[in-house]
């Protein structure tokens, strides 16, 4: 399968340059130079009709008069010819430019009209575009700098993706003396087409990149943006940082690349669930480029810290505990090693000081106990320059050391001229170094997060997982009676009923529009009660003392209802008022207050929020954020980030809180929020805890209409696992096929499955000679994002376990509209029509979602999958380009 056409932006044989020019400024003149002096390998062609050569070289006045085929065109031309030039460039097999032009969206509404003009001549040419108004692209490695910054940098393996061509150059710029060198550089301008997803879905199985860093301003397509980030956090690390995240910095992105910028908690929540690092300046991204550039990753979080000097070892330990790592407890067998190794008086415990007259050799023998210790995962060693040291020795000793160790090592030679010529040894032998011990903590830190976040992109939960299913229907119902009505906020009955239908406890509550009725309800609920105003204008009842509590006679009961409804009447005379609901009092014993919420971001669509509640919940601004579809291990990690997670043990003689019952409520709620769109707005608040039981006491739900022709699941900016496509067929033998979307859990059935593949079998499938699938294959095969790729695989039950017998897959292609699939069969399972059901089964799929076409590539040799896509009515051509390869489709 094709799993990019994004190719030729980084490798092109032929490169056109529109607007090439020898006059000083001239954005076209400037990259045709850096290309030339790039040393890029292929054709580099002048298009300007003004000239008839630009530096040196001759220049075309047009694509028709060079008449020759190109791979990649760079275009610095007035906007409003940009369209016709893309048009010109299709005849001629462009599948990539570069649009560095400004005059786009970002000047108004004429420019926005050029640039839909743009996007269309492109996509009807089946070009990519980068840009507008964007440095462009750099590929050390080719010799590829089709930009506008003047060097191409150093050959590497991290990849740099920025909204902002400034921070491209700035990066560059810093890389040089650090020794870090790039293996692409990607300037993204206003990503009028190519955007982040697409650009991370070319990084993550580019073998040149072995980390990824991305200056992000604002999102367009969230749903594309999660989809990339997870694709390659995947394989690899994926490090952010976030500009705009206070009201000013906003505003300021909305007018440099006209972006969108949600909140930037939301964008925190996103980063961790998509497996990613986020860090909050670039300072830390420079950090992060050069520990995650290193290759080396962290098991755990515990640090030994060896210094020369108590003041940097104290401020390392201070830094590396605020960020929430842990100072490792040496091993006895560590602690004699190094009573034997250091002077009488060293700091006999963790950070080990090793006196300031320490020599190389000290510290090598310092470096090698730690890293042999179990108890240690990480090392940091700090050197300060004091007269008896001799950094360049020491530095050659800890490069020695890190290179025989798994286990990350990394150096803070602190200091100026004196240390300058150990800084780049470390450099130019892949040791990260930092100028002070806080910014090397913190580097420690993005390790730890990066595998702490690994686990909650690995993290593929069902939108129903409990038993006991929801009553979907009849809350839907509920709903579209309200908004019959005109209405788009619930009342607390019908909140409460939404809650029910999804299995949530909640506090009965009954309706009372007058004081008698009011009396009925607590006498059938039993005293005490609780009294609160309904209105559907309401939203917060306190604003008006709306609820009372307590309230434990009959007397009581009918003065407070009109108490409550004269109050709402005189301090919101606008407001509707239904009555009052009644409802039994709830046992304080052992409660803890706690409060869920749901809302709409607007660029990520639903989130949920878990934190302290109770009246103060403003203030106390207690609480953790979790992006739908969530399951038990997302649960307890939103929980335990918590400030109340600490009060829900034992503590002043009361039990712990039922923790189960509390996580099967928020598992309810990610299920109410996956199915039903309707809901934009949840509060439930309190939501009382004890170690009995968890109930919601009151609650408030807003409602909406969901967008005509959206697809399943299409509110939510991560697809919940597909359970709907589960299907059971019988096979001619009397075997019950389960045909079902593929699971991170299935990678072990899926090796299994490929490597029982004969090799005529495993050749037909991925058109070359292979005995299993990488462990970057199986991760691509298994974790999948089930929005632009659906993998079906069909299963039997063999001796109590699962048998997978084949797997029919596609995958999106750009623009929406077409899909390329692949399918395999078991050989000892062929003849039973199991590659026949799969391939219905996905097409059926493909065609729910809109797809209008499903293509492939099948061998020329491979007769039966020949005739099993003729027999489904595909069209079968030669390939033009390879005579071995038949290219099928079908219109859907």
Known sequence: ??????????????????????????????????????????????????????????????????????????????????????????????????????????????????????????????????????????????????????????????????????????????????????????????????????????????????????????????????????????????????????????????????????????????????????????????????????????????????????????????????????????????????????????SHGNPIDIIGDANPERYRAALDACLADPEVDGVLCILAPLVFGDPVATAEEVIDAAKGSRKPVLACWMGG???????????????????????????????????????????????????????????????????????????????????????????????????NEALMAAEALGFPVVMKVNSPDLEHKSAVDGVKLNIADAQSVRRTFTEIVERARRLRPDARLEGVTVEHMVSSRAARELMIEVFRDKIFGPVICFGAGGTKIEVIEDRALGLPPLNAFIIQTMIDHTRIARLMGSFQHMPPMNRVALARILQRVSEMVCELPEVIGLRINPLIGNDKEVIAVDASIHVDYRPPQQRIYGHMAIYPYPSHLIERVQLPDGRDLVIRPIRPEDAEMEQDFVRGLSEQTKYFRFMQAIKELTPEMLVRFTQIDYDREIALIGVLEHEGKEVQVGVARYMTRPGGEACEFAIVVSDQWRNMGIGARLMRSLMQNARRRGFRVMDGEVLSANNRMLALVKSLGFRIVNDPQDMSVKLVSKVL
């Open 1 to 346: 399968m094709r799993l990019t056409d994004i190719d030729q932006l980084f490798t092109p044989s032929a490169v056109a340059v529109f607007g090439a020019s020898d006059e000083e400024g001239s954005i076209g003149g400037m990259v045709f130079r850096n290309l030339l002096a790039g040393g890029f390998k292929g054709h580099c062609y002048a298009i300007n009709p003004k000239y008839e050569e630009v530096a040196g070289q001759p220049c075309y006045p047009s694509l028709t008069a060079l008449d020759k085929h190109i791979d990649l065109a760079v275009i610095a031309i007035p906007a409003e010819r940009v369209p016709a030039i893309l048009d010109q460039c299709g005849s001629y097999g462009a599948k990539a430019a570069v649009v560095h032009s400004a005059g786009f969206a970002e000047h108004g509404e004429r420019g926005e009209v050029l640039q839909e003009r743009m996007v269309e001549a492109a996509r009807r040419n089946r070009i990519r575009v980068l840009g507008p108004n964007c440095l462009g692209v750099m590929r050390p490695q080719h010799g590829l700098n089709a930009s506008v910054g003047e060097a191409l940098p150093r050959s590497g393996n991290v990849a740099l993706v920025s909204q902002s061509g400034a921070i491209c150059t700035a990066m560059i710029d810093w890389s040089e003396p650090r020794k870090v060198g790039f293996s692409a550089v990607v300037s993204l301008g206003a990503a009028a087409d190519v955007d982040f997803g697409d650009i991370l879905d070319y990084l993550a199985l580019d073998n040149q990149t072995q980390c990824i860093l991305l200056y992000v301003e604002g999102i367009r397509n969230a749903r594309h943006f999660i989809s990339g980030l997870r694709a390659a956090a995947r394989l690899k690390p994926v490090v952010i940082v976030k500009a705009g995240r206070h009201p000013a910095g906003s505003r300021a992105i909305k007018s440099h690349t006209g972006g969108f910028v949600g909140s930037a908690e939301v964008f925190r929540a996103v980063t961790d669930r998509a497996g990613v690092v986020q860090v909050d300046d670039l300072d830390q991204l420079f950090a992060a480029a050069q520990v995650f550039g290193a290759r080396r990753r962290l098991a755990g979080d515990r640090i030994a810290i060896i210094t020369n000097g108590g003041g940097p070892g104290v401020l390392a330990a201070d830094r590396t505990v605020e960020l929430g790592l842990t100072l490792a407890q040496l091993s006895d067998s560590t602690r004699q090693v190094l009573e034997r190794v250091l002077p009488d008086y060293w």
């Open 417 to 515: 001229q004196y240390v300058a010529e150990a800084q780049t040894l470390l450099a130019e032998n892949g040791v990260p170094h930092f100028d002070n011990p806080e910014v090397a903590a913190s580097a420690f830190a993005f390790l730890a997060v990066h595998q702490r976040n690994q686990k909650l992109l690995m993290q593929s939960p069902a939108p129903l997982a409990f038993e006991n299913p929801p009553d979907i229907e009849g809350a839907r119902l509920i709903i579209e009676g309200v908004m019959a009505e005109g209405r788009k906020v619930l009342g607390t009955v019908e909140a409460k009923a939404i809650l029910s239908a999804f299995r949530i406890p909640t506090m009965q509550a009954v309706m009372a529009r007058t004081p």
